[in-house]
C-alpha cells in the first residue's frame, strides 16, 4: 500500500501540470497535415473517431464532402482527382507513441501481493496509410518499434483496399491483415477508447485463449449510405478470416486449420454523435487443453459472439451515455473423455464521458463480466470500475495528457482463484 499511495501522490504531481500547462502549437498528424485541419475534424479526442472519422474510413481515407438535399452526390473517382498532391508528410505518422508512468498493486489468492512502478514508453508506432494517386485504392500499414512497454519491431498489421460508388452510397472491399474491431463501428462498439484500456469484453482471453480484441488475416467488404448532411448513417460490413492459432495468436500463413472465421458488423448513426452497431462473430480454433502435462489433449471449439453497442450525446453535446453487451458462447472440454461442455458469458459495460470543455474529458466506465462453464466450478465475475481525465496539450489535439485509475478484479472460471490488480497510470500521447 505504501508503494500504491507514492503512485498515487506522483499522478496527482502530474495531473496538476497536465492542467496548468500552456498549450502551444506542434505538428499535426499526417491525414490533418494533409488537409490542413485539425484532428478534432475527425475525432472527438484523438484516437476516438467521431461521425466523419468514420465516414473518412469508410470512403477509403477521403474527406467527405459536403451532401446536400436535392443535389447530386459525387462520385468517388470525382472527390480523388480534387485531391491535395501525394506527398509522404501526407501519408506518414511518423510518431505515435505514448509515455506513462503506473503504478500497480497484484493480488491472488494464496499468494504474496506485489506492487511495481515505473515509468516507460508503452506505446511507439509508426503508420503509413493513403490512397494510390489518381485511383480507387487506399492502403494501410503500422509499423510497431514498441508494444505494451516492450522492444520488438514488427509490423502490427497491414491492408490494401478498393472503394467504389458516391460519397452518398458506397462500397469497399480490402485483404491483408487488419483489425477486427478498431474503429469499425459506431462510437460504443470500437476498442478505441478514452481511458488506458478498452472495455473488458474486448481484451479478456478466455478459457479457449480466444480474444476478439485481435488482427485478423482475411478479407472484409462493406456498405455505407448516408443521408443529406450526414444526418443519419448505415454501415454494415462481412469479414472472412484464417482465425486463430490454438494459442490465440493469429494464423498467417498455411495451418492445418481449413474453416474460415466470419464477422459481421451493422451501424446506424441516428444522431450527432449517437448510433447503434449489432456485431456477430463466428468460427473454430484448435485447442490444446492442459497444455505440458500427462493429460493434454486437442480440441476443436466453436466461438460465437453477438453484441449489442449504443451511445447517444446529450446536454448541449457535452455528455456521452455509452454501453454495450456482449453474449459469448463457445465450446468448452473439460476432459478429454467428454462430455463436450460450454463457455457462457454475459458481458457488458456502461461509460459516461463529460467534456468539461473542448479537447478535455472526465470519464467513468463499468465493466462486468459473468463467466461459466457448464459442468465446471459454477459461475464467476470479472468487474473493473475505472475513472480518467484527459486533455489535449496542443491546439490542434496531437498531445494528450491523462490520468486513470482501474481495479480489476474476480474469479476466473476454471479453478475459481480470486485475484485484483490495481492500476494508477499518467501518460502522455503524441500524435505526429
Partial sequence: MKDLTSGIKTLALILGLILLMPQRGSAIPAFARRYRLRCFACHVIPPVLNKEGYMF???????????????????????IKQEPAWSLTTNVAFAVADFDFAAQRNTQQGTTPSS??????ANWNAYFAGWVPDTNFYYYSEFDLVSDGNTNPSVGSGYFGYVGGSAQSSWFLQGGQM??????????ANTLSFLPNSPL???????DNFTLDQDMVGIRGGYTYALPKYKQIFGAFVAVSNGDHADGSTIQGPAAKNSKDIYADVDWWFAQ????????????????????????????????????????R???????????????????????????????????????????????????????????IKGG???????????????????????????????????????????????AMADVQFFF
Fill in 57 to 79: 474510413k469508410r470512403l477509403g481515407y477521403h474527406l467527405p464532402p459536403a451532401l446536400q438535399k436535392g443535389q447530386a452526390s459525387p462520385r468517388l473517382t470525382e472527390l
Fill in 116 to 121: 511495481t512502478s515505473s515509468f516507460q514508453v
Fill in 179 to 188: 483489425g477486427v474491431m478498431g474503429a469499425n463501428g459506431t462510437t460504443a
Fill in 201 to 207: 469484453m474486448w481484451e479478456y482471453a478466455d478459457p
Fill in 273 to 312: 454523435e449517437s448510433g447503434v452497431t449489432f456485431l456477430s462473430y463466428y468460427g473454430k480454433k484448435n485447442q490444446l487443453q492442459n497444455s505440458g502435462a500427462p493429460n493434454q489433449f486437442n480440441f476443436y471449439p466453436v466461438i460465437r459472439r453477438n453484441g449489442v453497442f449504443a451511445n447517444y
Fill in 314 to 372: 446529450t446536454f448541449q453535446n457535452r455528455l456521452n451515455l455509452m454501453g454495450g453487451f456482449m453474449d459469448d458462447h463457445d465450446g468448452y472440454e473439460l476432459n478429454q473423455t467428454g462430455p463436450t461442455n460450454d463457455f457462457i458469458s454475459k458481458d457488458y459495460y456502461g461509460e459516461l464521458d463529460y467534456f468539461i470543455v473542448r479537447g478535455t474529458a472526465a470519464i467513468v466506465r463499468y465493466d462486468r463480466l459473468n463467466q461459466r
Fill in 377 to 423: 466450478i459454477g459461475g464467476v465475475s470479472q468487474e473493473q470500475p475505472s475513472f480518467g481525465l484527459e486533455r489535449t496539450l496542443t491546439p490542434s489535439g496531437n498531445i494528450i495528457g491523462r490520468v486513470s485509475y482501474s481495479n480489476l478484479h474476480g474469479r476466473d472460471p476454471i479453478q475459481g482463484i480470486g485475484s485484483s490488480s490495481r492500476t
